[in-house]
Structures are given as structure tokens and as C-alpha cells.
């Protein structure tokens, strides 16, 4: 045992448990499941900043939780009990704190916050660097302490527009979505990078560039992105008519007035996003128009953006934090013909999370004290901590005065299994819809309550709210609660969130938030020491690494089986596990089976009972059109959704694999293991009176990897010159050695054959070659391959030969439009250079230059 541990324990006289003694009983807690095990333990146990575990399992973390938030219900009247508030965090089954209450309630170890969401901005909507620099610090200071933060755009001067500093014109947004973006990526939260999410209007007239400024690899990576549509767009695109951006966005009379097509800019979203899965939308109209906090927006509360999943819309300086209750357990006697839904029991459960929720609110504000106790006994003066300082004070004032809650859901996807309810059908659409309006009511109800033992939130106003509509729906559902609301006050001020429930829904061992299964049955895989004892390999990818594929069941499913008496620790076949799934309640409910404009009615309706906002993905299979995306996005707005993401399927990077017979579903740009045979291009120049070749093998028409040399090498290429293009096989010579070979058919049909490409060309070609087949592979774009090409410093002429004609070859293969970063125009100085056709082409003046 190190010295700091040793100390450690004699100091703090807390047991300590090792890695393997905290999994291995947090094993036999989950029964065998080996991530949630894991996810707890790394995430979850305490520890101090030395990696000293204190918990052995979640019940220990569940009794510290139970002892704090007592602690804090003995300040006010009828206390909750330790043993009241445990019972109901126990086993994850009823009430499940999230992220940051989880980790930090009892935490003496890290002075961090509890909240999971923040919004910073500037007063007055400052654009200047100093304003811009500041919102960089305020955001680096909020995921040091773990925190989730977003903040909007909207109020940065667009691009072109006059400064008054040695610039002379503004950069636009996007230089400063990669400043805030490259901020997150450099904080670290406790192993993980934070999160961010960035907004803007699509009023902005930089909002197109904003738009793309993610479908370039590698930039703005650190960061969601969200555009925040108004009625007049959507209405103006659904007429087809022209829309007028400005800036200052909101300003009466603005200094700037710009006139679009909506229906092209409309288009781009809809592309982006179905090749990117961003940016996201937030309908912004119904967001303000549905806020409660924006009653009070002169007081400061006015709603500016969201947190990073989009679920809290905040004003600056807000925070929220988030708890979940798992639908799931109250379902009584699930998967049967007797099974029903214990409302009674869930009432009660609600008033409980809003009253636990209030609590968490006092050990925030416990929790911002001890940061600046620390910041004020920081060594750094007064001038440097001054930000980090007033951002804390701000962040305390908003908390103490609108006591701001976040109760949510998981494990929807489960209950309407578990009750016979096929999801997005229209029996268990109204019965989630009467789920959410019982959460809304009852919570609603429960800060009426603490009102009156409490106090209200101390800027509580009847008045100002009771043109809300959603406090007009709480009023018509139950007339008592707003009568005594209006006697009383309401501690809250604004209560519910429906929150992505990744980790959580690990531990609780459900669906996640609203979401349907992903898959009732589905593979992982695991890497594997093909010399170790009894391991199965079932396959060996392109680089030698041996993997390990298992069968994985949705635990839900697995209980599905257990009741109707169906084996769950013996080897089904693929048929087998097919016909299962056909029996089952999940069958034709997982994310890719439900019907998509159903699943976005059901948010819809959904929201009329969350006074935040919905995290939601609409999972679609790969081959979806452009179109559809643009529909959902319509029925989105149409029925009254805030937000709205799709996802579809292979535009990003994944880890699960589909149960489909052993298919590979692809998940990446280009498939992991490379083909057998490709498409391939022959690209013929000329340096220095050198005759040069290229093959260069395309997958989805875009380079995948290359082969290039000197045509007239000593080991000879002999192709005709009408051949421009064939195939790049792969194959094996006599030794089992692997080799790539040219194939190509004559006029008259018949097959040629170019054995080992890889042997026909210099070494040194060659090795250069793997390099730059390497990050093409992975995805890099092309004009980026051919900077890092073009930018080799190498002293060989011949080489340097060599780099110049592959930049010739592959830019004939980066699509037109591309912006080319950091390049000016010779002539006029400009830098909207583009490429078009391979050529570097101004935007500006015209000219062109090809290289």
C-alpha cells in the first residue's frame, strides 16, 4: 500500500476496498452483470483523488445519499427519515439520482458540484473578445467542477462585420465554436471530457456556417450543436417563401439585414443531419412561449439556450439538477395477462422525488460555498479569480431563488412491455401521455406542499404566470393545485426534465429515458489473448487483433423469458432467438422497428407535460431519405416537440453490433475490415518529365486507399492507356503472405491481372503509401489528406516527386464547395477559397489555381 493511502486511512479511518473486492461485490449486487458492475464502481463509488474506494456497493453509496438528504429534511417540517429516503434509492427500483447528486451527495473528497446542467452568457448579449474570452472561462470553471454546460451564439457580430480593432472585421461564429469546442476537450472530468452544447439563431446570418461547421472531420468535435428555429422559418419554408436574417437578431432596427431562401437553408439542415446526425433543432417559439421561468425573463430568467442533450432550456447562470423515477417497478405482475400499473404506490413515489429534489437543492448550495471557500483561499490574486469567483456567486443567486428541479423517467420502453403495450401504438401512447400528466400533476402538487412548510421561490409570482400554458394545463387538470398555488406560492420554479438515462439505465437495468429497446437481443464484442486458456476466437481483424463475439439479452427481455418459462442459460440459434423475439412484447418496439412519426407524436404529446424539455433520438436505418428526415423534423414541430435529433444508422461510430445472423452492421464511414475486392480508379501524371501512376481503391466512391509509383519502374507496370479503372483485390501468395493485386477487363472481356502492387513500386513508396491508406481509412477528408500530404517535408527529389503527384491524384476526389482552411487567394487576398474540380478556386474574384 503506497504511503498517501496510509495515511489516508488513518486520518479518515473509512475502510478501503480495492478494484478487484469493490467489482467483485458489485457483481454479485447486479446479479452477474458485468458492465453495470463496472459503470458503478468507475463512476460511481467513493473515492478520494488518490483512486481509494470507500463504497463496496451501490448500497453503501445509497445509505450515504439517504444520510445527507435526511440530514437536510430536519430542517424543515415532517421530516423524511433516513430510513424512508433509503428505501426508496435502494437497488436503483424507484428513485434514481442522477450523474452529479449521485457522485457528489456526502463527497468530502472533491469540491465539485452536484448539478448535471448549466447555462452561462453575458449581460447585455457582449460580442467583444473580452465578453467571448469570458464565456471561454466560465465554461472551462463549470466542467472542472463536472458540470455539463451550453451557451448560444446568437449575440457574436456575423462574419465580414466592421470591428473597431487591428481585425477590422469580425471572424464570424464559427473561429469561436472551435475556440469553446477545443476548451471542453481539454478538461478532464474524472475521466471523461465534458460536454457542451452550442446554439444559435437561425435568425443569425452566420447560421449556414454554423450549420456545417461539424461535417469537416476533426473540427468542433468537442461540442453538440443546435440550431434554434422560430415559427416564422418553418412557416416560410412550408410556403416556400424568402426569410430575412439580422443582426442584432432582436433588435428592432438592426444594423444588418440579410434575405434567404428558406427552403435552401431548410435543405442543408435536413442533409447535415441525416448525414451527421447534427445539428440539432430547438423549436424556439415553443419553447419561450412554454416556459414558466421566461415569466420572470426581466428578472434574469429569460431561457437563452440548453445543456448539452437539450433536455433543460436555461437562462445564464441557472443550473438543475436531475433525478429519475424507473416506471418499470411499478408494473405488478409484468408480462402477464394480470399485469397492471400501480398508480398509488407511483403518486406517492412522486411527491417523494420533488421533496428529495428540493433537498439536493440545500446541498447544492452546500456545495457552491465549499468552491468558494476554496476559491477565496486559492493562492492566485484577486485579479485572476475574480471570474471564477462572480460565476459561482451567480450560479448560487439563481439556485437559492428559483429552486430550479429536474424529475424525469427511465425505463418507459419497459413499462409498456411489461404492461402488453406495443410502443408508438396508440393505446400505449395515451397511457404514457396519463404516466406524464400524473408526474407533472403530482410534482406540481408536491411544491405546492413544500411552499407552504418552506416558503415559495422567493420571486414567485401568480400573476406573471397565469397566462402560461402550462400552468393552465396543471389548473384545468386539477383546480385545487392552483388555487392553493395562488395561496401559497410554489417552491419550484420550474420542476421536470425527461434527461438521456445512459449510465443510469445500466444500473437499473432498463430501457433508457423514453427511448424503446434498442434491441432485445444484440452482440458485443471483447478483445481476446488467443493463448489464453479455453478463449473462443471468432475472428481476427485487418490488423491481428482477436476478438471474442457473445450473445447479449436486454434484461427486461430476459425476465420476459423466465416468466414464460423459456431457458435463459442455455445456446439459442439465430432462429431461434428470431422466433423469440416474434413471441415477445418487444417485437416490433425496438428504436429501428417503431414507427417514426408515431414515436415523434408521442413526444409531442409527452411535452405537453414536461415543463423543460425531452432528450430523444429518432433512430433511422441507413437507407432513409433526405426527405424523410425533413418530415419528422415538420411532425416535430407540428406537435408541439421543443427539440428533436435523428439518428441514422452508420452516421456515426457505434459498439453494438445487430443480431442479424452474424451480419456486421456497419457503424463507420468505412467498414473496420477491409473487402476482399474494391472499385478502383487508375490516375496517370507527370512530374518533372516523369511518368507516374496511381491506383487508388474507392469504397462508397471515395478514396479508401492508395498505390502509387513510377510508371516506368525497373519491376514494370505494363497497363494500356485506355485502362482507367478495374479493381484492387486482395489475395495471398504461396506462403499465406498477404498481397493487394490490379484487376482490370480488356474490350473484349477478358481478365488481366497485376500481381502485388505492393512489390512493383519502390519501398519507400509503398510505406508512404500504407500512411496515407491509413488516415483514409479512418475517415479523414480528402482535402485534409492531401494538406498532410502536400506539408511531408522530405529531402529525397524523387519523393518529393512522389507527394506531389498523389496531392494531384487525390484531388480530383474532394468534393466541390470545400472550404480551404487557411488559404488565401493570390490575387485578391480573399479567403473564401474553395475547392472545385481538384482546382483551388476564389470565391471572390475567380481565379484559379490547380496544383
Known sequence: MAFDEVSLKTTT???????????????????????????????????????????????????????????????YPNPLTEDEVFKVLKDFKYIVPQGGPMTGIGNDYQVASLS??????????????????????????????????????????????????????????????????????????????????????????DSESFIDAKLEQGKVTGANVSVKIEDDFMKAVEAGKTYEQAYPINAEKPVYKKEIDAGRLWGKIVKNAWQSAEPGILFWDTIIKESVPDCYADLGYRTVSTNPCGEIPLCPYDSCRLLAINLYSYVENPFTTKANFNFTLFKEHVHYAQRIMDDIIDLELEKIDAILAKVNADPEGEEIKAVEKRLWENIRKKAKEGRRTGIGITAEG????????????????????????????????????????RGSFTIFNAEREKNNPFINRIKEADPSIYEDMTKYGRRNIALLTIAPTGTTSLMTQTTSGIEPVFMPVYKRRRKVNPNDKDVRVDFVDEVGDHWEEYTVFHHKFKTWME???????????????????????????????????SKVRMQG???????????????????????????????????????VTVYRDGSRSGVLISNNGGTEKKKTGFPTKRPEKLNADVVRFQNNKEKWIAFIGLMDNKPYEIFTGLLDDEDGILLPRS??????????????NSRYDFQYSNKRGYKTTIEGLSYKFNPVFWNYAKLISGTLRHGMPIHKVVELVTSLQLDNETINSWKAGVARALKKYIPDGTLAEDALCGECGSDEVVYQEGCLTCLSCGSSKCG
Not at 18 to 44: C, H, P, T
Not at 163 to 186: C, D, H, Q, W
Not at 612 to 638: C, D, M, R
Open 605 to 643: 404529446r409527452i411535452q405537453k407535460w414536461v415543463d423543460h424539455s425531452i432528450s430523444v433520438t429518432i433512430n433511422l436505418p441507413s437507407n432513409v431519405s433526405e426527405e424523410l428526415v425533413g418530415q419528422l423534423y415538420f411532425e416535430a414541430w407540428k406537435s408541439g416537440c421543443k427539440g
Open 13 to 75: 479511518g473509512k475502510k478501503i476496498y480495492s478494484q478487484e473486492e469493490a467489482i467483485s461485490a458489485s457483481l454479485e449486487y447486479f446479479k452477474g452483470d458485468d458492465l453495470a458492475a463496472r459503470v458503478w464502481v468507475n463512476k460511481y463509488a467513493l473515492k478520494d483523488s488518490f483512486g481509494n474506494i470507500f463504497e463496496r456497493t451501490p448500497d453503501d453509496m445509497h445509505r450515504r445519499l439517504a444520510k445527507e438528504i435526511a440530514r437536510i429534511e430536519k430542517r
Open 414 to 453: 419497459d413499462m409498456l412491455a411489461a404492461l402488453g403495450l406495443g410502443y408508438g401504438s396508440d393505446i400505449a401512447t395515451d397511457f404514457s401521455e396519463e404516466i406524464h400528466k400524473t408526474v407533472a400533476v403530482e410534482s406540481y402538487r408536491s411544491s405546492v406542499y413544500l411552499a407552504k412548510d
Open 563 to 597: 416468466i414464460n418459462g423459456y431457458d435463459i442459460n442455455r445456446e439459442y440459434s439465430q432462429e431461434e432467438l428470431d422466433e423469440l423475439v416474434k413471441k415477445s412484447p418487444y417485437y416490433k418496439s425496438t428504436s429501428n422497428d417503431v414507427d417514426w412519426l
Open 723 to 736: 485502362i482507367t479503372n478495374g479493381y484492387i483485390i486482395k489475395s495471398y501468395d504461396s506462403d499465406g
Open 116 to 205: 448535471n446542467c448549466f447555462v452561462v452568457g453575458n449581460d447585455g448579449n457582449s460580442d467583444s473578445y473580452g465578453g467571448i474570452m469570458k464565456i471561454d472561462q466560465e465554461q472551462v470553471q463549470l466542467m472542472k467542477r463536472r458540470g455539463g454546460v451550453g451557451h448560444d451564439l446568437s449575440h457574436i457580430r456575423p462574419k465580414g462585420s466592421p470591428v473597431k480593432n487591428s481585425a477590422l472585421t469580425s471572424t464570424g461564429i464559427v473561429p469561436f465554436m472551435e475556440r469553446y469546442s477545443n476548451s471542453t476537450r481539454e478538461v478532464a472530468q474524472d475521466g471523461r471530457r465534458g460536454a457542451l452544447m452550442l446554439s444559435v439563431s437561425i435568425k443569425h446570418p
